[in-house]
């Protein structure tokens, strides 16, 4: 996982990245939420799920680095539920007469869809993308605002903490495990400083441009396309998919 998160955002060269920037985040939405649905505790929901996120997945097509440090993530998380099987009671909750393999299996396939559909969403939407699409989307400026704020701020964070891990890995400090303890336990007296003062700096710096709500405005007219009404369309079907194949297994 050597991939850095702000080199995650715009990455992808699929065809999804012609598509308009609020389409593209209605689509991954779409897509997240056809993946969630899905009953990926039985064979057809999981056939279901994994298809709808591996076409989405080549829509956006973000490099294969990307798609080999998120698959090897997923299963570094979520491969050890299988060691929860043998504990689950099939006889209680909504998951009745269902073996516990599968409903393992269908957390394992849930978690790893949803994953690739999250990054592949995320690959194909640069910052200012992102900006563009939640101003044209209709969601509360305030929202907008905190999102941006949020994905802006992570990036910071992830960039300080490789630069602090550099720094300790250059120095040799890394080596011995009571080196390590040592180190572990300074970095709130090192790494948060730093945040803080880099926080402070970007609030100084938005006061000083004049940042404000009101600055969230799109910059140029909405304009939907032929290619965007068939990706949204596209997204319904998947979302009508994901929804008949669950009621199927509620009947």
Do not use: N
Not at 138 to 144: A, Q
Not at 197 to 216: Q, W
């Amino acid at each position: 996982m050597r991939t850095a998160w702000h080199e995650i955002w715009g990455c992808a060269s699929g065809p999804a990245a012609k598509l308009a920037p609020q389409v593209r985040i209605v689509a991954g939405a779409g897509v997240f939420a056809a993946c969630m649905i899905a009953p990926t505790s039985t064979l057809l929901g999981g056939i279901a799920a994994v298809a709808v996120a591996s076409c989405w997945l080549c829509a956006c097509w973000p490099p294969l680095r990307v798609v080999r440090a998120i698959l090897i993530l997923g299963l570094v998380v979520l491969l050890p539920y299988f060691l929860l099987a043998p504990f689950i009671d099939p006889g209680r909750g909504v998951a009745t007469h269902t073996p516990p393999l599968a409903i393992v299996a269908g957390l394992f396939v849930r978690g790893m869809t949803g994953l690739l559909a999250s990054v592949a969403t995320v690959a194909v939407l640069s910052a200012s993308d992102l900006r563009e699409g939640l101003v044209r989307l209709p969601v509360p400026s305030l929202v907008s605002a905190i999102l941006l704020q949020i994905v802006h701020q992570t990036a910071m964070l992830a960039y300080e903490t490789h630069r602090v891990s550099s720094a300790i890995s250059v120095r040799a400090a890394s080596a011995g495990a009571g080196t390590a303890w040592r180190m572990l336990a300074s970095l709130p007296r090192v790494w948060l400083p730093r945040i803080v003062c880099r926080a402070e700096r970007v609030a100084a710096a938005m006061e000083i441009r004049g940042f404000c709500e009101g600055d969230l405005e799109g910059r140029e007219p909405i304009r939907v396309r032929l290619l965007d009404g068939v990706a949204l369309a596209l997204v319904a079907a998947a979302l009508v998919l994901a929804v008949a194949v669950r009621y199927l297994r509620m009947r």
